[in-house]
């Protein structure tokens, strides 16, 4: 059989698709979600669960997504389709991809906020406004920055901006040359970092806070926040790694390649907790501030210390190229849609789909501000996107994929795209996807929801 290509182009090698998708899965969901959330729900015994979820639900589910994408050899929507009819389903699978792609310009949305938070913290950093400053101080300008709204506009399109660009490049001269680039960068600062809160003094608070288990202080809305953001921060339940694997080579191994992305990200994810919380106690400051932790604190802190100025420069650098990386991967599986089935040039189909983040992005902003009335279910537009996202549409994705690969997808295609006999390990998979991982995420999913409308 002819091997099939992708139409985008195709990862020079298995490195590229690794680092890429490591790309597309460290981002704010690490450096900034990540210590916040642990900060409000106790700290070790949510990272247990955290971890649990990850390699129990988020490698199989990577893999799956990996399989279709790269058998498919097209953007999610067309994947899903084809690969269900060559299985003798209904071609309505796609919808998971159309959901994904819904998802992806809601996550954009709000992700592209915060990237702008955090680039208007880099100039900040590097202009030297944060030395020597106090925590009332450092909150009085987080907060005003929230209720500028021009602000916020000016540096949320500059990132989409920066965003368009890479993704109208394609995936050779953007996708591909952009990791190549800023994925070294980020593992030299990211290391840079630990360093210097290996320096702090506090790190042992820091490393307790994280991994000292008490099981006790667990409730189940912190399992539903665990395993929504294991979806989260592996960029899954909505096309991303699906659309990176249809560029993956045929003869690399999806089982290692996963293994090995999903365990970068979560070192990321833990060293950014090793870097953010030892700060954080040097201070005596909060860990559940929520998500000002990283806006407030941190400043702070770094106007503080010595060499607080270039380090808290750097920190910054370094979530704004993670940032970057992640929000490719939310525009790339739209952009190839487009491509494919309307046949529209690359850079036209960026151009619009930009437009319409941006648009949502506005929305996103406008909850700090002149929205800031506007609720959803209690919430603002922000926390809403966050929350409908990373706790409703990234699980249901999730539940979705692994009941089709599982149970509708031909076992033997499975089998080859894995490229296992039927042996220990691929049963291993073949259980987590078929049974662990849909039930699991659906008792969660239910009990919590059930939860929230009983009240
Ligand atoms: N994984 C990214 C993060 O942790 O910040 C967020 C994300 C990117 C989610 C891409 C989903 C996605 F498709």
């Given at each position: 059989?002819?091997?099939?290509?992708?139409?985008?182009?195709?990862?020079?090698?298995?490195?590229?698709?690794?680092?890429?998708?490591?790309?597309?899965?460290?981002?704010?969901?690490?450096?900034?979600?990540?210590?916040?959330?642990?900060?409000?729900?106790?700290?070790?015994?949510?990272?247990?669960?955290?971890?649990?979820?990850?390699?129990?639900?988020?490698?199989?589910?990577?893999?799956?997504?990996?399989?279709?994408?790269?058998?498919?050899?097209?953007?999610?929507?067309?994947?899903?389709?084809?690969?269900?009819?060559?299985?003798?389903?209904?071609?309505?699978?796609?919808?998971?991809?159309?959901?994904?792609?819904?998802?992806?310009?809601?996550?954009?949305?709000?992700?592209?906020?915060?990237?702008?938070?955090?680039?208007?913290?880099?100039?900040?950093?590097?202009?030297?406004?944060?030395?020597?400053?106090?925590?009332?101080?450092?909150?009085?300008?987080?907060?005003?920055?929230?209720?500028?709204?021009?602000?916020?506009?000016?540096?949320?399109?500059?990132?989409?901006?920066?965003?368009?660009?890479?993704?109208?490049?394609?995936?050779?001269?953007?996708?591909?040359?952009?990791?190549?680039?800023?994925?070294?960068?980020?593992?030299?600062?990211?290391?840079?970092?630990?360093?210097?809160?290996?320096?702090?003094?506090?790190?042992?608070?820091?490393?307790?806070?994280?991994?000292?288990?008490?099981?006790?202080?667990?409730?189940?809305?912190?399992?539903?926040?665990?395993?929504?953001?294991?979806?989260?921060?592996?960029?899954?339940?909505?096309?991303?790694?699906?659309?990176?694997?249809?560029?993956?080579?045929?003869?690399?191994?999806?089982?290692?390649?996963?293994?090995?992305?999903?365990?970068?990200?979560?070192?990321?994810?833990?060293?950014?907790?090793?870097?953010?919380?030892?700060?954080?106690f040097a201070n005596g400051m909060d860990p559940g501030a929520g998500?000002?932790?990283?806006?407030?604190?941190?400043?702070?802190?770094?106007?503080?210390?010595?060499?607080?100025?270039?380090?808290?420069?750097?920190?910054?650098?370094?979530?704004?190229?993670?940032?970057?990386?992640?929000?490719?991967?939310?525009?790339?599986?739209?952009?190839?849609?487009?491509?494919?089935?309307?046949?529209?040039?690359?850079?036209?189909?960026?151009?619009?789909?930009?437009?319409?983040?941006?648009?949502?992005?506005i929305m996103a902003l406008g909850s700090f501000n002149f929205m800031?009335?506007?609720?959803?279910?209690?919430?603002?537009?922000?926390?809403?996107?966050?929350?409908?996202?990373?706790?409703?549409?990234?699980?249901?994705?999730?539940?979705?994929?692994?009941?089709?690969?599982?149970?509708?997808?031909?076992?033997?295609?499975?089998?080859?795209?894995?490229?296992?006999?039927?042996?220990?390990?691929?049963?291993?998979?073949?259980?987590?996807?078929?049974?662990?991982?849909?039930?699991?995420?659906?008792?969660?999913?239910?009990?919590?929801?059930?939860?929230?409308?009983?009240?």
């Open positions: 059989m002819q091997e099939k290509q992708s139409i985008h182009g195709a990862w020079a090698n298995r490195w590229i698709f690794i680092l890429a998708a490591t790309g597309s899965a460290v981002g704010l969901g690490n450096i900034w979600k990540f210590p916040y959330i642990t900060g409000e729900n106790g700290g070790g015994a949510f990272v247990l669960v955290y971890l649990v979820c990850i390699l129990l639900v988020g490698v199989p589910i990577m893999m799956g997504e990996v399989l279709v994408g790269r058998r498919a050899r097209q953007s999610p929507i067309n994947a899903m389709r084809e690969i269900a009819v060559e299985s003798g389903h209904s071609a309505k699978w796609s919808f998971v991809g159309i959901m994904g792609v819904l998802s992806g310009f809601m996550i954009f949305s709000f992700y592209s906020v915060v990237a702008g938070w955090v680039l208007h913290y880099v100039a900040g950093m590097a202009s030297g406004d944060f030395v020597g400053i106090g925590s009332e101080d450092a909150g009085k300008v987080f907060n005003g920055l929230l209720g500028d709204w021009k602000t916020l506009l000016i540096w949320h399109s500059i990132f989409v901006v920066m965003v368009m660009t890479v993704v109208a490049g394609g995936v050779n001269k953007g996708l591909e040359r952009a990791t190549r680039i800023m994925m070294p960068a980020l593992f030299v600062l990211l290391l840079v970092l630990l360093g210097y809160s290996m320096n702090t003094g506090h790190f042992g608070a820091g490393w307790n806070f994280l991994f000292q288990f008490d099981l006790s202080k667990l409730s189940w809305d912190a399992v539903l926040v665990a395993l929504g953001h294991s979806f989260f921060t592996l960029s899954l339940g909505m096309g991303a790694i699906m659309a990176y694997g249809s560029y993956m080579p045929k003869k690399a191994s999806i089982s290692s390649t996963v293994l090995t992305i999903a365990g970068m990200d979560t070192l990321v994810a833990l060293i950014a907790g090793l870097a953010i919380f030892p700060i954080v998500p000002g932790l990283m806006f407030v604190t941190l400043p702070v802190a770094f106007g503080q210390m010595a060499g607080g100025q270039i380090f808290g420069f750097l920190f910054f650098v370094l979530i704004a190229v993670a940032a970057w990386t992640s929000a490719i991967s939310l525009m790339e599986p739209a952009a190839a849609w487009l491509v494919e089935t309307f046949g529209m040039k690359r850079s036209t189909s960026c151009v619009l789909l930009a437009l319409t983040v941006w648009g949502l992005g800031s009335d506007v609720t959803f279910f209690g919430m603002n537009t922000f926390d809403f996107l966050d929350f409908a996202t990373a706790n409703i549409m990234l699980p249901l994705g999730g539940i979705f994929i692994s009941l089709f690969v599982g149970w509708f997808v031909k076992k033997r295609v499975n089998l080859d795209e894995l490229a296992l006999e039927e042996n220990g390990l691929f049963y291993t998979w073949y259980i987590s996807i078929r049974f662990i991982a849909p039930v699991a995420v659906s008792i969660i999913f239910l009990v919590n929801l059930y939860q929230k409308i009983a009240g």
